[in-house]
């Protein structure tokens, strides 16, 4: 498995954290050595499962304009590997800094011989025509962006949705975990004994939400089901010591998470650099 960068994009926490007071959230940025607005990883995964080459999530594209995501092909490059050669795309939501990378700044699609792996839950909000105006103060250019990536793929038969947890490709199934979208969902990947969770976006500021899981943000589509499903799945992970690796932790993004006396905290995991076993 490896790590592949999409770069940063700046967030600015006091706009964008819910359920949160500023000097809080100003307070746990200074523990952190940080201050706002930060600047957020974007990460995807390329994993080789046999003769196949998957990526977990796509980066943003050309979308979030220059200076800011759009990186993954020339980190996918940079490590030894083309974007032709990608055989499935698992995407653990629809957003556009998860998707916009399908496509290239003209709407063609960057993976020509892939196939996209989502959620059916995502495809069914995201995709729907009556929601491309925005639904429930939801803005309308989620939808609009998530027509645009997903659509060159949808009209190559090469969209394919998931529901509830199922295989997606050999050694990687989906779990649902839906709340921050509709079919948000993690993959778990399990190989010679070893498991990692791409969690996706069941957080994305790691010096809040980690000490704070009830702390949500606008990007949520059910902000109290996304904050339910972050408690509960931050409890089980670090129950079972589960290894992860986070769209938005910072780059790599992999550790495991620890409950503290207060919320948790997360452990990135010793960095290793040899041949052999990874
Ligand atoms: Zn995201």
Do not use: W
């Amino acid at each position: 498995m490896v790590a592949l960068s999409d770069g940063t994009v700046p967030q600015d926490l006091h706009a964008l954290l819910r359920d949160a007071h500023k000097d809080d959230i100003d307070h746990l940025l200074h523990r952190a050595f940080l201050s706002n607005p930060i600047e957020a990883s974007i990460n995807a995964y390329l994993i080789e499962s046999g003769s196949r080459l998957a990526l977990v999530d796509a980066g943003a594209g050309a979308f979030f304009g220059p200076g800011a995501g759009g990186k993954l092909v020339a980190s996918l490059c940079a490590a030894g590997y083309h974007p032709d050669q990608v055989d499935d795309i698992l995407l653990t939501h629809v957003h556009t800094d998860h998707s916009g990378g399908l496509v290239d700044g003209n709407g063609r699609p960057v993976f020509r011989r892939a196939t996209v792996h989502v959620g059916q839950a995502d495809l069914d909000f995201f995709l729907d025509p009556a929601h491309r105006a925005g639904v429930g103060g939801y803005d309308k250019i989620y939808f609009e962006q998530a027509h645009v990536s997903l659509q060159p793929y949808r009209a190559a038969g090469k969209l394919k949705g998931f529901a509830g947890t199922t295989p997606v490709i050999p050694a990687v199934r989906a779990v649902p975990t839906p709340g921050h979208t509709p079919g948000h969902a993690f993959f778990v990947l399990e190989s010679e004994g070893a498991a990692i969770e791409f969690i996706g976006d069941v957080l994305h500021v790691q010096a809040v939400q980690m000490a704070r899981p009830e702390v949500t943000i606008v990007y949520d589509v059910e902000p109290p089901a996304a904050r339910s499903q972050r408690e509960q799945q931050f409890d089980r992970l670090a129950r079972q010591r589960r290894m992860v690796a986070g769209a938005h932790l910072p780059f790599p993004g992999i550790g495991h998470l620890r409950r503290e006396s207060a919320g948790f905290s997360f452990v990135p995991t010793d960095y290793r650099y040899r041949a052999g076993k990874p």
